[in-house]
């Protein structure tokens, strides 16, 4: 019996943890939930920011929302890719543009929340970037696997492009070193279509940087 006794203790503190951990996710989940909640609110109330376009932002950071209707990701986007904004909405990498401007517009998110299910994306997907000022519309050109060592996948485009940076593998648990990328154009600003003719290739897996 005191053996028995004694092989229950170690059940017991694996029980506890596991307690444990997924109270810290519900605390999480919830958090994040209602942070987008209200943000979605505020963001929808606010009114167009007039003249030249500059990156108008909620208090909290959040100046746009992401949305891919086939993968039924919509997320909200938010200046910085730190934890603060990582654990409550898609990251704007700041070193980039911003949505609609002519350049390489980047953004980075956790692939086990907002980003979930983007690994089934597809060639012409259509990806909608809603801001404060305008509504913009890219279709995917392409998406790939590239090592941690890359950024040249952030590098600046001839033509009003997106970029769009998690982590990959998508089903391993624990570190995901890799990384999974989505290159889109510009197909069309506000009310008025803008056709895109330049497309650009996968990045050349021959160059290195640091990646995301």
Partial sequence: MTTRAALRWPERIFFIFGLL??????????EARTFHSAETKKLEAARLVEGPW???QLESGVFGRIEIPRLGISAL??????????DRAVGHISSTVF??????CALAG????????????????????DT???TYTYAVEW???????????????????LTVVTCFPFHDVGPAPRRFVVRARLIEAGTNATSISHRTAPPSQGRTAEGR
């Fill in 77 to 86: 986007i938010a200046e910085g890719t730190g934890p603060a904004q990582l």
């Fill in 110 to 129: 956790h692939r086990d929340s907002f980003l979930r299910g983007l690994g089934d994306v597809r060639e012409n997907d259509v990806i909608r970037i």
């Fill in 21 to 30: 951990l997924l109270g810290l996710w519900f605390k999480n989940n919830s």
């Fill in 54 to 56: 500059c990156p108008a």
């Fill in 99 to 104: 949505p609609g401007q002519l350049g390489n």
């Fill in 132 to 134: 404060l000022q305008d």
């Fill in 143 to 161: 998406g790939t696997v590239v090592e941690p060592c890359r950024v040249d996948v952030l590098d600046d485009t001839a033509s009003p492009s």
